[in-house]
RNA sequence: GGGCGUAUAGCUCAGAUGGUUGGAGCGCUGCGCUCACAUCGCAGAGGUCUCUGGUUCAAGUCCAGAUACGCCCACCA
């Protein structure tokens, strides 16, 4: 036998991915004897590598599926990528830009070939890093967002959400991206505070006649805007502005006439109680516009560069024009003055560029009717948050959605099935429906006049249209084919058992797959959903590649191993809490697959030295300390059997750990290990293989090795691979606890023993023991004698009617050690430290025994429990002191 | 402006339904290359559980408030 001291993952991890990927254990299909249990991966981009996001998320699913495939659950984990429209159409964008040419230059026929060319080389890099990540997906599933029979489903969604009126044209004000130059969703708006200004501009009012103030004035972050001004605003209930009333400003440069209008929203607290209006360039002031029938005068071009309408600002750039304006606002003594502020405004979720708020003609999804049945089965629990406390903040944003701006303005996506009627459709009529034609397919003629002068939209769909159809549109709903055996297979695995994702894309995401569920399916699309945390770095910060502070798992996969990645993330994983993650991280999931390796080692050596074969698992006979470890295999294996059952992974993870190493390593190998009978190597081979288990989910790669090398050297019955093994079950263990618990005192001894040794000053030298105890508990000490030997270095051990001397006092036995002259100083400090620490206990114990209101109001059992302590206790007590009394 | 989360050892974190003497990993100190593993073993030091009040026989755990940090949402010009 030939088996290297060190793990060597690098090697094993690809033999094994080999063989898991050939063998299709991942594989699932419909089987009516068992039950299902699936999950749809969220989609990463094509544009993506892993990143530790990824690596957190596949694993925490991962982890799940391979627990509920050896539990003997219909298992499928249905993978795919997103198409990630601007982002990736930013990517390509980029990689053109290299030869000096922009999209328009090779036009949308030729720009889209370069865009499936790329995706085609590059789109399934992280489909292949989470191969290697261990992901046991169906791998032949592989869906992508924008696959022919996906892009039907959408289409299909789109016509109908439509027809039911869900789906309309709008002419309103959206976040316009003037980089992208798309419009964005109010989601795809990200919200961050900026340091900027408060500007207060005069504006003179019009008919100025000395009996009132000459100007009023505004206060804004945006002066550029002042150009689209067409009102100011002011509170009805402002008194101060009386005068006011039904009167007229005029906008400064522009010398345009505006109105003085009066409505709620204004602030009268806030800047001077006047607020300029633009209704082109802001939300707010949009509404305002249609509220009182303003003007609506854009100044800007679709790259936020100021077009005709600012005048002698046109072509420059937003900020540069801000610049413009407030110089020239300086020069004619107009900025009454300015103050820091902190501005919150939004930036493209993509490019970080600042949206511009503009007016455009778009797509919506009318949301309120699609929300109402989401809020409900989350409510009631049909739906499950866990942590629970992301049901709040789920329901708190469908109870205020807004709707969905569904139009791109890019080229990389599902092209609206939208058809314009060049008679009968006028753009600037954008609120009605004339001319307009939806439908899967092209047209023929218009419906309305026959004219065949049709033409498409030319927008696309936002990504996550396609995105929020995800749990069955993989299944290809609702045309289906042959290979989702036409539905039977959506029937069967949907609704889907658990979705896990990151809190980020809640709403982007979850929120609207279950809204597209209960729409479509009529059914919700998972039972519950879990949340995890964000990976930070160990200052906090949210690891991104743009600050340079991210840890790449493939890095630490090339180092350490893909289970050193997997089990450290899962150790650090809890409660949904965010990770803070250093390189060294990575160090525990590395010493402890070496350990398991180690394990596994030298049981298969001593085997091999001892001529030991082993041809089944059926357990005859064992004594104490085997039944001590079998009743700990038993906890392991209900404990992490109870924590994954609850998304508790990382106590799953922390029980198998404690168990293999702590218990396993530490203890059963090291009192076997000088006298390895057949016995002892079943049992050792039986907890090994059972442990390796309960690690697989966590550690597949190593795990799965482990079985492999059992099934080589040993002549037992075991099924291809461990993926498809069985999950452990408790077994009763048969032995009387009485000689159980005497192993248990005997290893507490030997802890003090090493303990006293140390404090002797004594450390590994092999000193002799004298113990003095009955008949019964000799007969254990003799049985043991070599482990305990060992474990606790003794040169040999002596049993004696009285001590000269002693050193330990048990319950159970006394001891001495076999040397002439103690340093006792240690040896005094900690036992004073130990009668200290039991003094404090027993105080308290017995405060609490003498307090009547205790005794009156606490339950029995814990009084009882307490009156046990106490006892115990002041025997403990009494033997120490005894013991430091014979030092005096 | 609303909402949420976190605060426990030097660091990163565990500590369901209040009741053994508050734990782990890393780091640190001391001793050991004992023939599975030095990616190891043994022993140890280190905690007023952020603060203040409250509920209770009993609070790291529940309640209220404060402080600090973090996150999310919002029409804060």
Redesign the pocket.
Known sequence: MDIA???NPKEVEEKILKKWLSGNFFAAKVSADKKPFSIVIPPPNITGILHMGHALNNTIQDVLVRFKRMQGYETLWMPGTDHAGIATQNVVEKDLAKQGLKKEDTGREEFLKRLWEWRDKYGSTIISQLQKLGASCDWKRTRFTMDEAYSETVKEVFVRLYEKGLIYRGKRIINWCPRCQTALS??EA??K?INGW?YYIKYPVKGYTGEHAEYVV?????PETMLGDTAVAI?PKDERFNWLRGGKVILPIMDRELRVIEDE????????????VTPSH???DF?LGKKYNLEFINIMNDDATMNEQAGEFANMDRFEAREAILELLEEKKLIEKKEPY???AGHCYRCHTIIEPRISPQWFVRMKPLADGAIKVVEEDRIKFYPE?WK??YL??MY?I?DWCISRQIWWGHRLPVWYCKECFKNEDAEANAGIIVSKQKPEKCPHCGSHDLAQDEDVLDTWFSSWLWPFATFYWPNFRKDTSDGKELNYFYPTSVLVTA??IL?FWVARMIMAGLEFKKEIPFRDVMIHGTV?D?R?I?MSKSLGNIIDPLEIIDKFGTDSLRFSLML?A??G?????SD??F??G??????IW??T??IL??MTEKNITIDNLELEKYDEIDAWLLNELNNAISGVTASLDNY?I??AT?IAY?FF??VF??WY??MV?DDFTRGRAKISVYVLLNAIKLLHPVMPYISEEIFQLLKENLFIKAEESIVVARWPKAKKVEGDTKSVNTITAIAQTI?EI??IK??LGL??KKVSLAIKTNKDNEQYWKKHEVWIKRLS?LEDISFQGKLKRTVFKGELWELDLGVEELDIKNFLV?LD?KIN??Q??HS??SG?LN?E??L????GE?VE?EKN?FT??SE?LKRLKELKNAFK
């Open positions: 001291p060190r793990y109010d989601e990200a919200h505070e408060l505004v206060a804004t972050t945006r509170n929203v204004v602030d009268v607290e806030f800047g001077t109680g006047v607020v300029k802001d939300p707010v509404n902190k501005v919150s406390r709040k903040v708190n944003w205020n807004q809190s980020e709403f930070r160990d906090g949210k650090n809890s409660g809490a965010d990770l803070y993650i060294d991280t160090l525990v590395r010493n402890f697959a070496n350990k180690n394990a080692r030298f050596l001593k508790r990382n106590d922390k404690e190493w702590h390593c530490d190998i090291e290990k802890k090493r303990n140390t404090d450390g590994q270095l900690s430290r620490n039991l404090n206990v308290k114990v609490r307090n209101n205790f009156n109001n606490a339950s814990v429990a302590k115990e206790l403990q």
